[in-house]
């Protein structure tokens, strides 16, 4: 049953990676900074985003299978993010997406690594409220979908 699981979470986990992939291929030079609906962030600012979440994810994920928690009760994603993207001013998006797409291999090495009881461990998720490792998992699925959708709004 664990394997079923892990499988369910892998297939959302790539599936939710390709629809990115497929999408940041139709962005050309001129698209970059195109304004996406979502906080007047622009394609490639959310390209940063997605990249230095998901590589912010790996370690929480990590921590929260090992019965370490989440992410710190007070974590404000927002102020997170208005970070994140002062630090990554003008990023490369060949690079950005490099690291995105490392970053993604390295949650999925994670996950074949753990086993069901790391699936139940809980934490403190970025969204505000508790749950489990598999909670989380599917925390970066819905993140994905979400910027995704904001990307391809800006592209229309």
């Given at each position: 049953m664990p394997q079923d699981r892990k499988l369910a979470i892998r297939e959302e986990l790539v599936e939710a990676q390709r629809d990115l992939l497929e999408t940041l291929d139709r962005i050309g030079p001129e698209d970059w900074l195109r304004t996406s609906p979502n906080e007047g962030w622009t394609v490639r600012d959310l390209l940063t985003h997605l990249t230095t979440s998901e590589t912010g994810f790996v370690p929480s994920l990590r921590r929260m299978a090992a019965g370490q928690g989440g992410v710190p009760p007070d974590f404000d994603p927002n102020r997170w993010n208005a970070s994140q993207l002062r630090r990554r001013a003008d990023?490369?998006?060949?690079?950005?997406?490099?690291?995105l797409e490392a970053s993604h291999a390295e949650m999925l090495v994670l996950l074949e690594s753990i086993d069901d009881a790391a699936l139940d461990q809980t934490g403190h998720l970025s969204t505000g409220v508790d749950g489990s490792t598999e909670d989380n998992f599917h925390v970066v699925a819905d993140h994905k979908r979400i910027h995704t959708g904001d990307i391809r709004a800006a592209l229309l």
């Open positions: 990023p490369d998006p060949v690079q950005l997406r490099s690291e």
